[in-house]
């Protein structure tokens, strides 16, 4: 089984919604940080939220707060992010990935195990 699987990519048009998810396997789900992020070709990838776990306490980045919120389902092992009001500039590749540490949006080092990503296309 794969550790780490996204899902929910697709095209959407700008204002428009989509919920990514990010299903884990093999791993202690409770004891974990679940984080989402996103890059573009040429750019550096860039960290967007993550969520703590057991506490489930959620960090993000500024550029998307207020329009992305994550989420954890510990039933399903999966974590969502869930994308409002869409831009354009949101068009990336968006990929999860897991740390068996305290995660973080600055150190990229602290996550171990990454998914293949999915991707988000948002058009005007």
């Known amino acids: 089984q794969v550790p780490v699987v996204e899902s929910g990519g697709g095209a959407v048009q700008a204002g428009g919604s989509l919920r990514l998810s990010c299903t884990t396997s093999g791993l202690r789900f409770d004891r974990i940080a679940v984080g989402w992020f996103r890059q573009v070709p040429g750019k550096e990838r860039e960290a967007l939220a993550y969520?703590?776990?057991?506490?489930?306490?959620?960090y993000y980045a500024r550029s998307i707060e207020g329009r992305f919120t994550i989420s954890a389902d510990e039933a399903k092992n999966t974590v969502y992010l869930q994308m409002d009001s869409l831009k354009p500039e949101d068009t990336a590749k968006y990929s999860c990935a897991t740390s068996e540490r305290l995660g973080s949006l600055y150190f990229l080092d602290r996550w171990q195990i990454w998914g293949q990503g999915t991707q988000v296309t948002v058009s005007n």
């Open positions: 969520i703590q776990m057991p506490a489930r306490s959620e």
